[in-house]
Structures are given as C-alpha cells and as structure tokens.
C-alpha cells in the first residue's frame, strides 16, 4: 500500500514493490499477474477490512436507534483515526477516471456490502417509518461517506464544522422517526 500511496497507481513500478516487500519480483508475479491484479487484491482487502471494522462480522441485530448509531460512528471514527485509509480512497479516487475498473473493485466490496447490510437490517425492522429501505440505506452510508469526505479526505473540518455527533444523532433521528415523537435514541 504504502508504494501506491507514495507513487499513485501509475508511478508504482512491481520492481519498487518487490524491493519493498523484500522479495524477488518473480515471486509478487507468482502471486499477483500484473499490477492491476496486485491493485485489485490491495483494494479487495482494505475494503473488506474496513466493511469488517464498521459493520462487523455478523449480521446486524438489535435496536434500530442503538445499532445504526453505532454504525454510523464507527465508520466515522474509524476514518478520522486512519490516515492512510484516507489516502488510500484519495488514491483510489483520484485514479478512477483512468482506471475505472479499480474503483469499481473498491464499491464492489466496500460500498456493496455495506449498503446490501443495512437494507437487510433495516427492512427487518418493519416498525421504522421507511418507505424503501434500500434507498434509505443509500442515504445513510452517503451521508455518513460525505461527512467523511468533506471533513476529513477534502480537509473542510474548518471550513464547513459539524461535530459528528450532531450528524449521527440526525441521521438517527430521520430513520427511527424519532423526530416525529418516537424514541428512537
């Protein structure tokens, strides 16, 4: 990761990434075909690692109010604390407009999951007032995302402020009801 973040997809050369790992190049070929395969294979771990840390590794359960809090957190907090997580959707980002294919791999097995999870969760909770649970997880992980990316990936902390409680609290609020006098939380 760190010759990709240092270099871009474009400048890494396999020469500089098996020097780095330590290892003769054949034996990165042996495991990865080409670059891209390697890239792939990169981005197919941190984004599975990153849905684990956020979502879990089991199905979502209990309360509404209390478990989409703790989701919404944890995916907060767990980009404000990693640095080179933020580089690393900076990278991916930043080269999907040549490299379409990698990107896509990062919302293959990132976003996918992560949005596939939350409408399972929120449609077996009938009691919340949601008229498509699909599209309300969309609103959830995108809102939390560009909170993310307007706070912390694109440095506007200072520029636009909002505590990430007041966000989570929010999004809390609009999915349980708890704004129309419910308890959600």
């Known amino acids: 990761m760190q010759e990709f973040l240092h270099y871009g997809y474009a400048g890494t050369s ?3 990434v098996a020097a780095t790992a330590g290892v003769s190049k054949p034996t990165v ?19 599975q690692t990153r849905c684990q840390q956020v979502m879990g590794g089991e199905a979502l359960q209990g309360q509404p109010a209390v ?9 907060i907090d767990s980009e404000v604390q990693d640095i080179d997580y933020q580089n690393f959707l900076r990278l991916v980002a930043g080269e999907s407009a040549r490299f379409p294919h990698l990107a896509q791999a990062f919302i293959e097995h990132l976003t996918k999951p992560a949005i596939e999870e939350l409408t399972a ?3 077996a909770h009938p009691e919340l007032p949601l008229a498509d649970p699909a599209a309300t997880a969309h609103i959830l992980l995108g809102s939390t995302v560009f909170y993310i990316l307007s706070q912390r ?8 402020p909002l505590e990430s409680q007041r966000l989570v609290d929010s999004l809390v609020d609009l999915v349980t009801g708890a704004a129309a006098g419910t308890d959600g939380g």
């Open 14 to 16: 396999m020469d500089r």
């Open 29 to 47: 070929y042996s495991y990865f075909q080409d670059k891209e395969g390697l890239f792939q294979a990169l981005v197919k771990y941190v984004a």
């Open 67 to 75: 478990v989409l809090r703790q989701v919404i957190t944890k995916a």
């Open 121 to 123: 969760y929120l449609t």
């Open 153 to 160: 990936i694109m440095h506007g902390h200072t520029l636009l």
